[in-house]
């Protein structure tokens, strides 16, 4: 079946303006994760949804950044008034269930370089 | 310190060899992963442990929880193994990730 997509695959944009980043989960995982990647850096976590539980927001590094999931399927990930050092690849990935035992499906990534 | 810390950050082997990688962590976890992410950027999960040894294929997965180390070992390694191979602690919904450590598996 289908895979863990993100939209777009790479953004650039100026600094100050707004992005959204889209993320398809696989069907029927009700967890679903983003993460950031710096460059050169190791995976940080930033927001996870479990069901219609309220998300889990500790990750996210200010109130510039947000996210949204619909039911159990699609995530948007908004971060506003973007700086520089929002350069990243942001990744999205679901799971069954959210929990430390099960195995999270990574999408691709988005790209996102703010100049 | 970190939750979790890797080594070698990096490692370059010839064709053939076996591979270890190496994985610390210090907090109580109910979980480990083990994930690769390829050149490109993809990330696949490999294993995930919770305690004992895994094999798939060439590679190996091990963790000690009384000792809080988990060990990757890939043998007979190949210029395809070239990858940064990721430790991930499972302890609550999300997973806390080391550095990677970066093989580069030459021919």
């Known amino acids: 079946g289908a895979g863990v997509s993100q939209s777009p695959s790479n953004k650039v944009t100026e600094k100050g303006k707004d992005v959204e980043l889209r993320c398809d989960p696989i069907s029927g995982h009700t967890a679903l994760y983003w993460y950031r990647q710096r460059l050169g850096q190791g995976l940080e976590f930033l927001i996870y949804f479990q069901g219609n539980s309220a998300p889990d927001k500790s990750g996210l590094p200010s109130d510039r950044f947000s996210a949204e999931r619909t039911g159990e399927s699609v995530s948007t990930l908004t971060i506003q008034r973007t700086q520089q050092e929002d350069s990243a690849v942001y990744l999205c990935a679901s799971s069954l269930v959210a929990g430390p035992t099960f195995e999270q499906y990574f999408g691709p990534g988005t790209r996102l370089t703010v100049t | 310190k970190n939750e979790v810390e890797q080594s070698p950050q990096n490692l370059t082997a010839q064709e053939g060899e076996f591979i270890t990688i190496n994985c610390s962590y210090s907090?109580?976890?109910?979980?480990l992963h083990w994930l690769q992410q390829h050149p490109g950027g993809g990330i696949v999960s490999l294993f995930m442990l919770s305690s004992g040894k895994k094999k798939h294929g060439r590679l190996i997965a091990t963790i000690n929880i009384q000792e809080k180390h988990s060990s990757l070992h890939i043998t007979a390694s190949h210029p395809r193994d070239s990858a940064v191979y990721i430790c991930?602690?499972?302890?609550?919904?999300?997973?806390?990730f080391g550095k990677g450590t970066k093989l580069s598996v030459k021919p």
């Open positions: 907090v109580g976890i109910s979980a």
């Open positions: 991930a602690l499972g302890s609550q919904g999300n997973l806390i």
